[in-house]
């Protein structure tokens, strides 16, 4: 079956393995396997028939992504090949995967982001998607592209970079223009929109910062910067620059309560206005 098909490069085979996140996964694959027999094929074709973290993602989002129009063998080997291009894609997924255990609450174990969390799904498909549009794959790279957003309803420009370990809680609604950045350890909830004003066609999307949290529904407009460690809240609307550790909320969106610390690991949006 397709889900016992290995890699045949051997730096693909090493790509993303032995990281303890693997060995979580397939320990997690097993024990589900045992609880619900009925899931044992699919747990095995998506997790336990593959040698390393690279391979099942691969799978993962090929069996998603495909389709009709491309077959979900032939977006293996796009996946596979962007792998082998930037070991770093893998470095960051399992970085992204780690995030989701550490910030949601709702998480209990690796199976439920890698199989299930869109959020999780649409960003690593984004990753393959900017290795292509960094290779001038535009095309290719529009397809994964449109196929996330309509999987997923995650809508993330191939251009835009994104760190790793950022978590996307939910993610229904995201949209993150083409001359966007996104730092490390960000954390955005759904309904977070990175966009652009105006008909400029240069740098005109907001550059996040490390460690930001983004809050449901905020709106982050125009090329500004959003400064390490700020907090947004929910339903702001952000139009000038946000300084580091800062807290803003509003229309438009001002600061509010004292400085934060680590707000995306801690996923605190709490505000004390008494400070």
Same mark, same amino acid.
């Given at each position: 079956m397709a889900g016992e098909r290995s890699l045949e490069s051997p730096a693909l085979k090493t790509t993303g393995a032995p990281a303890p996140i693997w060995h979580k996964l397939r320990f997690d694959a097993k024990? +589900?396997?045992? %609880?619900?027999?009925? /899931? @044992?094929?699919?747990? +095995? +074709?998506?997790?336990?028939?593959?040698?390393t973290f690279a391979e099942a993602l691969c799978y993962q989002l090929a %069996?998603? @992504?495909?389709?009709?129009?491309?077959? @979900? /063998?032939?977006?293996?080997? $796009?996946?596979?090949? @962007?792998?082998? %291009?930037?070991?770093a894609i893998v470095t960051a997924a399992e970085r992204d995967l780690q995030a989701v255990l550490d910030r949601d609450p709702a998480t209990r174990s690796t199976l439920q982001p890698f199989l299930f969390f869109k959020g999780y799904l649409a960003l690593q498909t984004h990753r393959v998607a900017h290795c292509l549009w960094q290779q001038g794959r535009e095309t290719l790279a529009f397809f994964l592209q449109s196929r996330m957003s309509e999987l997923y309803s995650v809508d993330i420009h191939p251009a835009a970079p994104i760190g790793s370990g950022v978590f996307m809680d939910h993610a229904t609604g995201i949209v993150i223009g083409e001359t966007a950045r996104v730092g490390n350890d960000v954390s955005m909830l759904h309904g977070v929109t990175l966009g652009g004003t105006g008909k400029i066609y240069t740098d005109r999307h907001p550059k996040i910062g490390n460690g930001v949290l983004l809050g449901a529904g905020?709106?982050?407009?125009?090329? $500004?910067? $959003?400064?390490?460690?700020?907090?947004?809240?929910?339903?702001?609307v952000v139009l000038s620059d946000v300084p580091a550790r800062c807290s803003v909320a509003g229309v438009p969106a001002k600061p509010v309560g004292g400085a934060c610390m680590k707000p995306a690991q801690t996923m605190d949006q709490k505000f004390d206005m008494g400070l």
């Amino acid at each position: 079956m397709a889900g016992e098909r290995s890699l045949e490069s051997p730096a693909l085979k090493t790509t993303g393995a032995p990281a303890p996140i693997w060995h979580k996964l397939r320990f997690d694959a097993k024990t +589900a396997a045992d %609880q619900e027999p009925a /899931l @044992a094929s699919y747990l +095995a +074709a998506t997790v336990l028939n593959h040698e390393t973290f690279a391979e099942a993602l691969c799978y993962q989002l090929a %069996q998603k @992504a495909g389709g009709p129009d491309m077959s @979900a /063998l032939a977006i293996r080997e $796009i996946c596979e090949s @962007a792998y082998k %291009q930037d070991a770093a894609i893998v470095t960051a997924a399992e970085r992204d995967l780690q995030a989701v255990l550490d910030r949601d609450p709702a998480t209990r174990s690796t199976l439920q982001p890698f199989l299930f969390f869109k959020g999780y799904l649409a960003l690593q498909t984004h990753r393959v998607a900017h290795c292509l549009w960094q290779q001038g794959r535009e095309t290719l790279a529009f397809f994964l592209q449109s196929r996330m957003s309509e999987l997923y309803s995650v809508d993330i420009h191939p251009a835009a970079p994104i760190g790793s370990g950022v978590f996307m809680d939910h993610a229904t609604g995201i949209v993150i223009g083409e001359t966007a950045r996104v730092g490390n350890d960000v954390s955005m909830l759904h309904g977070v929109t990175l966009g652009g004003t105006g008909k400029i066609y240069t740098d005109r999307h907001p550059k996040i910062g490390n460690g930001v949290l983004l809050g449901a529904g905020s709106k982050v407009l125009g090329n $500004i910067r $959003i400064g390490d460690e700020a907090r947004v809240g929910s339903g702001s609307v952000v139009l000038s620059d946000v300084p580091a550790r800062c807290s803003v909320a509003g229309v438009p969106a001002k600061p509010v309560g004292g400085a934060c610390m680590k707000p995306a690991q801690t996923m605190d949006q709490k505000f004390d206005m008494g400070l």
